[in-house]
């Protein structure tokens, strides 16, 4: 049977690449699948989904495992604005190319 993603090629292989990445973490801190669950309150189950990189699990348990891992701070630079150079480049175009003074009306109430 083949199996048909609804995520682009891409996306799949990113998140395939996050849980290999967080497995190999798991294993180096010597922690069995059943440890890493419970200190993320998560079920086995769902911690074999996030290191299989299965699209489906909630990136609210991605980001606990990475927490109970210690590895939280990794993903600051995520979707960071500022390494955004597309997103800058179309701010930058819409950019106001003069500004005018706003027009002083006078006081109503001038003595």
């Known amino acids: 049977m083949l199996k048909i993603s609804s995520t682009p090629f ?4 990113a998140i ?3 849980g290999g990445r967080i497995r190999l973490a798991r294993v180096r801190r010597r922690m069995s699948q059943e440890d890493l669950a419970k200190a993320c309150q998560i079920a086995r189950r769902t911690l074999y989904g996030v290191e299989s990189g299965a699209p489906g699990i909630a990136i609210g348990h991605v980001y606990t495992v990475l927490w109970a891992l210690g590895l939280l701070s990794t993903t600051n630079g995520i979707a960071d604005p500022d390494a955004d150079e ?4 179309l701010d930058a175009a819409r950019q106001v190319q003069r500004v005018r ?9 001038d003595f």
């Open 16 to 18: 395939k690449v996050l």
């Open 86 to 89: 597309h997103g800058k480049t």
């Open 101 to 109: 003074r706003p027009k002083v009306k006078p006081a109503e109430n």
């Open 10 to 13: 891409e996306v799949d292989q």
